[in-house]
């Protein structure tokens, strides 16, 4: 194959060897690419700066050989560098880190291009670089939109199960949403009022009606968006518990599988939450 052009987001990065660097991008036309970078650990190297984590670059790449097999960087300049402003800032970073991991996960296959979730990642990373928006919201925001653009939109207007218009005040992860008196199944989490309506909220980019939410509603929907997530990635993301949010009410997430043979339900597993969610923030 060809040797090919793109800008992307520099996602994560391994040491190898000596010298050399592994680095991952989630790049516009070709989604997640995993290619490696030659010498550029070295003091001379002029692609170094270019390809660490937070940086927008535009970079050029020589696809390896076979499925599975890691391109060559030819070239990679710097478009656009978050990382000073996130690293100095403990709130920021750790969202931010949140946010890369999370548009990897998302991502899928290899070469699969997802303009819209590189868009999202990028928005989120400038919303916490120039401090548009607390943290939390913007990891949180970032979250839900992400889900949305992968086909995993929370249902939250109306029981995800018969369909009924809401409110209702029930939330199963295992569905996708919330769920009425009749369909609620064992697991549940109870919304306290104003949940569903703040994470609508953050969902449509509706900024002033997310302001005026209370810190106990920020919190549960920081935990509903985390363990929706988390639900279907059907992983922990390792960056989650390096966000501080101080105490949050635990969110019940239905075991998988389920028993049915036992009287009583087992204890639901509880999924630690996240100050981390995003979008492009106006």
Do not use: K, N
Not at 22 to 48: C, D, K, N, W, Y
Not at 123 to 137: F, K, N, T, V
Request: aromatic share 4%.
């Amino acid at each position: 194959m060809h040797p090919f052009t793109d800008s992307g987001l520099v996602v994560r990065t391994y040491d190898l060897g000596e010298a050399d660097r592994i680095v991952t991008l989630l790049t516009e036309h070709h989604g997640l690419v995993r290619a490696v970078a030659r010498a550029v650990r070295r003091t001379r190297s002029r692609m170094g700066a270019s390809l660490e984590p937070f940086a927008v670059v535009e970079v050029q790449i020589a696809p390896g050989r076979g499925r599975s097999g890691l391109g060559t960087v030819r070239q990679a300049s710097s478009r656009e560098s978050l990382a000073r402003p996130l690293v100095a800032d403990y709130p920021a970073y750790t969202s931010g880190c949140v946010v890369l991991e999370t548009a990897e996960r998302l991502a899928g296959e290899e070469g699969a291009p997802t303009p819209r979730l590189l868009g999202l990642a990028v928005g989120a990373l400038r919303s916490l670089a120039e401090h548009r928006r607390p943290p939390g919201l913007v990891a949180d925001a970032f979250l839900l939109r992400a889900m949305a653009a992968s086909g995993w939109e929370p249902v939250l207007d109306c029981c995800v199960s018969c369909g009924v218009v809401g409110p209702h005040r029930a939330f199963h992860v295992a569905s996708g949403g919330t769920v009425c008196v009749h369909c609620r199944p064992q697991g549940c989490a109870m919304l306290s009022p104003g949940v569903a309506e703040h994470l609508s909220a953050l969902l449509g980019g509706d900024w002033d009606a997310v302001t005026v939410s209370s810190p106990a509603v920020v919190r549960q929907a920081s935990g509903i968006a985390a363990a929706h997530l988390q639900w279907h990635l059907e992983r922990d993301l390792r960056s989650l518990p390096l966000v501080d949010r101080g105490t949050v009410d635990p969110v019940p997430v239905e075991p998988r599988p389920v028993d049915p043979v036992l009287a009583e339900p087992r204890p639901v597993e509880t999924v630690e939450e996240s100050r981390a969610r995003t979008t492009q923030i106006p």
